[in-house]
Structures are given as C-alpha cells and as structure tokens.
C-alpha cells in the first residue's frame, strides 16, 4: 500500500533564504508526483508535475525533483518570501491504482519578514 | 481554460439534515472527477471518484454518497449528516490522459 510522507510537518525561516521541503513514498510505481501549495481556508494550488520518467521541474523560484528508486522528492524553494507562507502538499499517482491519487499531510511553511 | 466551481462556499448544518454539494468542471471533456475531505489539521482523504457518467467508486465506507448526472457535474450528498462529517470539501478534476490534477475552492462544512 502506497504511503506518503512530509517531512518537516512545520517549518519556519527568515525572508531571504532557500529551503528544501521533502516528501517520500514507499512503492516506486508511480505515474507521477505532483506538488501543490494550499493556503488557509483554500483550495489547493497546482505547483509542479512531474512525469516518472522525469527526474526534476522547475517554475521560477521553484524546482521538484523526483528520485523514483529510493521514494524521494524534495522541493526547492529559493530566496523564500512572507507570500511563500502556506501549507505545501506532495501527491503520488500510483501504477495499477487507478486515477487515485496519495497525498502526503504536508508541511505548514512559514517565511517571517 | 478550465476551471471548476463549488458551491456553496461555506455551509452550517444542524445535525440528521440532509446535505448536497456540487461540483462543475468547464473547459474539459470526460474529467475524472473526484471528492476528497480534509478534516482540521489533518490531510486529503479521497471520498469518491468518478471516471464517466454514472460512474462512481467510493473509497471510504459512510453516510455520504456522491453522484455524476452530467459529464462536469459532481455532487456530494447526505441523507443525514453527522457531527463528524464536519470538514472541508474538495472537488478535484484530472483530464482523461490523467496526468496533472486540478482543485475547486472548496466547501467549509460546519455540522451542529
């Protein structure tokens, strides 16, 4: 059974620097891991997708990569700002589940002015 | 473009009432279309999905039940609604080739 985890649950950092916010999953079957951004009391935002043949993504501050062989993505976000603040999500589509989708619990992020 | 629409935005409900959120999907044809609910500080837990018309497979065994009468309609439903089924609601839309996956705003469900 695929399981996805968000490390740090939380996180909290001075505006300015670069952080790595990192989610694993424990079956490497996956069409593709997507990243998504939701603020409070709101719907989730797609971030970046990436293919399971595809080992990274990039959108302007923003870069995923995915290491399918060992369950691993981490996101990179550079020169963090206070609008960076909210809670960051990862999702894995798993093979052979259907169009399901496992979401990780996410991690709160915090960028103080 | 896509976009999907909920409604409403926030609902307080007393409970054993009934319940009915929709969901719509413009811009797209044959969506996979999905329910997911996230309780307070805690994460996504996928409630039904659908694949086409009349099509729908539930995840988690409850008093809701979800319907697809329409191509880009999806609706969330209750008979009688527990404390319980408190929550936030989301819709979610995937296109056929069921690549990137796509959020509503969501439905903040108050039960009293």
């Known amino acids: 059974k695929q399981e996805v985890t968000q490390i740090p649950a939380a996180l909290s950092v001075p505006e300015g620097e670069n952080l790595v916010l990192n989610c694993s999953f424990t079956?490497?079957?996956?069409?593709?891991l997507q990243w998504f951004r939701q603020d409070p009391g709101k719907g989730l935002t797609s971030l970046l997708l990436i293919q399971s043949s595809q080992r990274e993504q990039t959108s302007g501050r923003l870069n995923a990569s995915l290491d399918k062989s060992s369950g691993r993505s981490t996101l990179y976000i550079a020169a963090s700002q206070p609008g960076d603040s909210a809670t960051y999500l990862c999702?894995?589509?798993?093979?052979?589940?259907?169009?399901?989708?496992?979401f990780g619990a996410g991690t709160r992020l915090f960028v103080k002015a | 473009s896509q976009t999907i629409h909920q409604w409403p935005a926030t609902l307080v409900q007393p409970v054993g009432s009934p319940l009915s959120l929709e969901c719509t999907v413009e811009g797209t044809s044959n969506p996979n279309l999905y329910w997911y609910r996230q309780a307070a500080g805690r994460g996504l837990q996928l409630l039904f999905y659908s694949v086409g018309i009349g099509q729908i497979s539930s995840e988690v065994p409850q008093n809701l039940s979800a319907s697809r009468p329409q191509d880009r309609q999806f609706i969330l439903s209750s008979k009688k609604l527990l404390l319980s089924d408190s929550g936030f609601y989301l819709c979610?839309?995937?296109?056929?080739?069921?690549?990137?996956?796509?959020f509503g705003p969501g439905t903040r469900l108050t039960v009293t």
């Open positions: 979610a839309w995937r296109d056929y080739s069921g690549a990137e996956q796509y």
């Open positions: 999702a894995v589509r798993p093979q052979g589940g259907g169009f399901k989708t496992i």
């Open positions: 079956d490497s079957a996956i069409y593709n």
